[in-house]
């Protein structure tokens, strides 16, 4: 059953607060500052307001109750320490103008969660204040359009781009006003470097790049695609989200990149910021600090401090102190576990991929071989092909059994691409759980295919119009909504 909204289970004269008789006198309301008619708010008692979102709660899914293999998005478990942490009074009511000498603490987690960052990036510093990986691209983009045109290179205007690029990096390139020109992927799913040196003139600002990219393979030759894009003057963009794969292993400063993001909420154990409420810092080489927006954290005489001082910065490109409460969860994970323990989270999260690929074997087509990085993409082609079976049915069969799909259809290179990433939260259980379910589910298909047609019948919702639902969703209430 849909859950109805809050104005839909309105009661006139309900009321969830009793305020106490104040002995105040309140100034009168100027007549033409009052409103004509009353807010249209919802009323309602404390028990409806707590059912209401209680029902709500039960009616959605994420980490906390199954597996949650979402390929490229690393919806790993985000420990409960992490919101006790947030949880602390002295964190969760600051003001963001307070004096500087009132928030010391804050301001020194901001300091040393950026200089943690630049040690796993490898990178000299960076901002905290992008609110998602896809506004750290943008961000990051900023920066090398800034570097760019303070060293006169006006005509860079070229972002080159992966075809199996996330959809963000064409779209934060194209935001910030350049042109995006897609360089091809050879025959094992890697960047083709023929087809890139053709590419690389002096119009080239940037290539964005993930690595491992999204069909979890490491880019061997990242150190040459690197070398020739500096050699024809353009800078390398860490795109973080994969970032899971090699903590401790290589830094993106190693591979020879400029400027990277990183999605908290991917690597770092925070929730995920659904292009908004997340975090995404970016951190750059020692060429591009100042252009970073401002303003900076600084540590002068024992002190913290915001720097407003940068010249050459791109400005502000959110609330100055980020979304803070997500930088403290991030900083709890990055204590508790060390620099050891990131090492060895992303190992298991390698370890994790290709026990459950090794476990697929067979089931799916594999177009890029048997072993991969933190994630892998295998395709449903055949199963479509010769029992009509497709990649939606098998994520709509999965979420009737209590798991959450894969990424599907992504990257487009890949028809009828399924995106698993396990993370090194799941257990050796789960992942041979899952494994079975899926076997069992194709087999239950090819038996009767109107059985895979017909699911999910457990889930609030059952078969959407994609397209619709994608393109024209239904964001807004209003009056006429309600039948
Ligand atoms: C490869 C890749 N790049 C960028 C992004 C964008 O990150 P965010 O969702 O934090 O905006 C994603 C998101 O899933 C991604 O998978």
Same mark, same amino acid.
């Given at each position: ?13 309900k ?11 309140v100034?009168?309301?100027?007549e ?57 009074e ?17 301001l ?5 969660l ?17 609110s ?52 091809a992927?050879?025959?094992?799913g ?20 993930t ?44 591979m ?22 997340g975090?995404?810092?970016?951190m ?9 927006p401002k ?30 409460? &997500? =930088?403290v969860?991030a /900083? ?5 576990? @060390? %620099?050891?323990? !990131?090492?060895?989270?992303? $190992?298991?999260? &390698? =370890?994790?991929?290709? /026990? ?5 074997? @067979? %089931?799916?087509? !594999?177009?890029?071989?048997? $072993?991969?990085?933190?994630e ?5 082609q ?13 994520a ?13 259809y ?6 009828e691409?399924m ?22 589910l ?16 457990k ?23 309600i039948?």
């Amino acid at each position: 059953m849909t859950e109805p909204l809050l104005i839909e289970l309105s009661r006139q004269g309900k009321q969830a607060y009793s305020y106490p008789v104040s002995s105040l006198t309140v100034p009168e309301i100027q007549e033409h500052l009052k409103r004509k008619k009353p807010a249209a708010l919802p009323e309602l008692s404390e028990l409806d307001v707590v059912r209401h979102f209680s029902r709500l709660s039960t009616k959605t899914f994420g980490v906390d109750y199954g597996v949650y293999p979402l390929g490229s998005c690393t919806m790993k478990y985000n420990p409960k320490i992490n919101e006790q942490v947030a949880a602390i009074e002295a964190f969760n009511t600051i003001h963001p103008l307070q004096p500087e000498e009132t928030v010391q603490g804050a301001l020194e987690l901001m300091y040393r969660l950026l200089e943690t960052l630049s040690v796993v990036t490898g990178m000299s510093w960076g901002t905290l204040q992008p609110s998602a990986g896809a506004h750290g691209e943008y961000t990051g983009l900023k920066i090398i359009k800034a570097y760019h045109l303070a060293h006169g290179d006006e005509k860079r205007t070229k972002v080159i781009v992966p075809v199996s690029a996330h959809g963000t990096n064409p779209a934060s390139a194209a935001l910030n006003g350049f042109d995006i020109v897609e360089v091809a992927t050879d025959n094992h799913g890697l960047v083709d470097m023929d087809a890139l040196k053709i590419l690389l003139d002096d119009s080239v600002a940037a290539i964005m790049l993930t690595n491992p990219n999204t069909l979890g393979l490491f880019e061997k030759d990242i150190r040459n695609i690197a070398d020739a894009v500096h050699k024809a003057g353009g800078l390398l963009y860490y795109d973080g989200a994969n970032l899971n794969a090699i903590m401790g292993m290589v830094r993106p400063k190693d591979m020879g990149f400029d400027v990277v993001h990183l999605n908290l909420h991917k690597t770092f154990s925070t929730p995920h910021g659904g292009g908004g409420p997340g975090a995404g810092p970016v951190m750059v080489t020692e060429g591009l600090v100042d252009y970073l927006p401002k303003p900076d954290i600084t540590r002068k005489n024992g002190m913290y401090a915001f720097d407003w001082g940068s010249q050459r910065s791109i400005g502000k490109v959110s609330g100055f102190w980020g979304n803070f409460l &997500v =930088l403290v969860r991030a /900083y709890a994970y990055v204590v508790q576990m @060390g %620099l050891e323990g !990131l090492r060895e989270a992303s $190992r298991h999260a &390698v =370890l994790n991929a290709n /026990y459950l690929l090794s476990l697929l074997q @067979g %089931l799916f087509d !594999l177009p890029y071989g048997t $072993r991969c990085m933190h994630e892998f993409v295998v395709s449903g082609q055949s199963l479509k092909d010769n029992h009509q079976i497709t990649a939606l049915d098998i994520a709509k069969m999965l979420l009737d059994r209590g798991y959450h799909p894969p990424t599907i259809y992504f990257p487009l290179i890949v028809h009828e691409a399924m995106m698993f990433e396990p993370t090194e939260t799941e257990s050796i259980d789960d992942l041979e759980a899952m494994a079975d379910v899926l076997k069992e589910l194709v087999a239950s298909a090819k038996e009767d295919i109107q059985r895979a047609k017909d699911a999910p019948q457990k889930t609030i919702i059952g078969r959407v119009d994609e397209v619709s639902a994608a393109k024209f969703p239904i964001l807004q209430w209003n009056a006429n909504s309600i039948q």
